[in-house]
């Protein structure tokens, strides 16, 4: 009784980590989805209302994802306290805190470290350009990681189950 | 450090910060903590923090300059000097525009910010020119921190020269003086106590109409004054003189329009279109003189036009906005009398 119950949990465990893998490859591209729009919702506001940085933020942060929302909330906030830091060192602070709880890797956090360098220090054509190849960058992430989630949640799906069950076959 | 303000009407307290701490949220946190740990005498003189990249930091008080060592106190010689880094300058440029340099692109162009409270930050750098006009600014390495202080009382013993008691209606003033002698601080009291309304003068409150082109009389922030500019003023915002003066005389009916620093012929032109739709006119203009002012063919103009009903020039004889001279327009001799006199020794608090 005890041994199937062991084998029980050793397959759902399986299962378990397969699923939260194929989860990471699923929602990354929802993620990166969602920030490109968030990026453009930004550019709109700083390139045709000249809206201040802190106040652009506050409301793309209003109309974004909610799993985006925290990252421009957090520099808003950040910029609002007046504690002598610049667009870039708030920006690194909240991708700092934004980073442990999202789905985008290492090379999506570079596109926004490189974006945070360029924030508020230049016109708006200067922003709106920056802004733009944030966004193509982002767009040809997307599509890297559209395909990569193709292949792989099915996969991690069936291949948590599959390794719990292959584990149990060898010890049982 | 701050002043405690009681409003008996409403029975609220508030703490206003100083004009000085105004300043030092825009200020990068090393020379931040310089400036508010220095005495608070020297504080409470604090004109103007002058940042020039490479060079001694160095704060321009009511009684001449220092310069600030690494220490944080005041430096004998330029050698024990702190030297502004090209990042105390990038960060106070990034501070003042609220990180959003692209949304201050016509403040780039003339060359200064203005701040919450109404304090203006000149900028200097090089210009990027298009056909023949500035552009933009980049390479910002000079900034001038400008300090814009309120006392108020302190157009007080002008006042009673500037109205007309038998008729209540206010004269055609013109402030002239050196630059930093108080002209914008005694024009925005003038202002203030003109609208609000002088019961001990039985003056009932005109409606002003304020074209603050460089957002240093009324200190608007996102078109709010920040300034007390009294309950009958309309503010125009960043708005050219010439322009801002035909927009108010055509849409809010003042009795009063008042502008500050009119120079160009563009501003003299606008001014005639003022005067001859009965409308009074308070502003200042840059002159050490009457003669000086004379010599400037516009400003002639002006003169000829026998318009301008009081002539008044500040200077800093015995403190910042000290009225040296009231001037009577039609016979342009100084106004004679005992009252005078009292104003003329009237010591001002700036």
Redesign the interface.
Known sequence: MLKILACLVIISGGGICGVLIARGYSLRPAELRSLKSALQMLETEITYAATPLAEALGLVAARADYRLAPLFEETRKELLSMSGCTAKEAWEKALLKFYPHSFLIGCDMAILRRLGGALGISDSSGQSKHLMLAMEQVEAELKKAEASALQNVKLWNSLGFLGGIVIVLIFY | MSRVVYTLDNCRVSIMPSPWQEVT?V???GI?SMITSLPLNILEKLEEIRLRQNRPLMLGLADGDILLGNNGKPAAAPRDCYLVTADDI??VT??I???????F?EELKNGFITLPGGHRVGLTGKTVLENGRVR?LKYISGLNIRISREVKGAASPLLPFIIDQKSGSVLNTLLFSPPRCGKTTILRDVIRQLSNGIPELNFRGAVIGVVDERSELAGCFQGVPQREVGIRTDVLDGCRKAEGMLMLLRSMAPCVIATDEIGTDEDFAALEGVFNAGVKVLTTVHAASLAELSQRPALRNLLNMKVIERFVLLGRSKNIGTIEEIIDGRTMLPLPGKEVEQCLRFLPAL
């Open positions: 949220p200020l990068p946190a931040r990038q960060r990034q501070l525009s609220g990180c959003s340099l692209y949304a692109g933009t």
